[in-house]
């Protein structure tokens, strides 16, 4: 018998493909959100993604889109940082929230780890984090750098 065929004495298992790791990211700057959004896919992370703005819009979406990774940048004309940590604590507490930008000092990112963030990515740095919880979107997410 071919090794790809299954007879009652010798069951293969195959797993199905993982579904895409939905993600949410609360971002201003289009481009921004498409650099996200390419390097994520060019680390092979298979994702549906919808981008937000607002506190409105980042509420709406988390009913809406559940998503399970929320990514979001620091410094919103409308909608800052922390506000957006606050409101994923309230709305899904236990979804992984994670800072992705380059405006997050070394004070913002403390201020943010004390007020609950796991994990502050800047630059290339998010893509691995985003990376390692695509096998397991629902883990606590522990580390990081700011």
């Known amino acids: 018998m071919s090794p790809d065929k299954a007879s009652p004495g010798n069951s293969i ?3 199905a493909p993982a579904a895409p790791l939905r993600l949410l990211i609360v971002e ?3 481009a921004d959100a498409e ?3 390419y390097e994520l896919r060019r680390a092979g992370v298979a994702a549906t993604c919808r981008v937000v703005e607002t ?3 980042m509420a709406a979406a988390i009913a809406d889109f559940r998503p399970d990774v929320i990514l979001s940048d620091f410094a919103l004309p409308h909608f ?3 506000s957006a940590l606050s409101l994923a604590q309230e709305l899904v507490p236990a979804t992984p929230f994670i800072f992705v930008s380059g405006t997050v000092g070394e ?3 403390i201020r943010a780890l004390r007020a609950g963030l796991r994990l502050c990515a800047v630059g290339e740095s998010a893509t691995i984090a985003v990376r390692g919880r695509a096998r397991d979107p629902r883990r606590a997410v522990s ?4």
């Open 13 to 15: 298992q195959q797993s």
């Open 28 to 30: 201003d700057v289009p």
């Open 35 to 37: 650099l996200e959004m």
């Open 55 to 57: 506190a409105d819009d």
């Open 80 to 82: 800052d940082g922390l």
């Open 107 to 109: 004070e913002a990112a």
């Open 143 to 146: 580390g990081g750098a700011a």
